[in-house]
């Protein structure tokens, strides 16, 4: 599973969503389905927040392949960085 970035709407939220996202986490990492995230503009941390749970893998500036398909992982960057980066 691939998350782009922005799970929640804001960079400070409360502590139940947080522990429900996790416990979803758990669920994941139980049935053995990878967790691969990007960081949006409105969880963008350093380091990311995801990076607490052991499942969750930051996928900035890394591919990873699923199947016959790759995918390269960037954060949200402000304006004019994409292009740098690219």
Sequence with gaps: MIAPGDL???????AEPIAA???QLD???KADIPFF???GQHD??????LSSHR?????????????PYAF???DWLPF???QEEL
């Design 37 to 39: 995230y990007i960081q």
């Design 55 to 67: 499942w969750a893998q930051h996928l900035h500036r890394r591919i990873v392949r699923i199947g």
């Design 80 to 82: 004019g960085r994409l």
């Design 21 to 23: 996202f996790c416990r």
């Design 27 to 29: 669920r994941l990492e």
């Design 72 to 74: 390269y992982g960037l």
């Design 44 to 49: 963008a941390d350093d380091p990311p927040w």
């Design 8 to 14: 929640f709407d804001k960079q400070s939220n409360r």
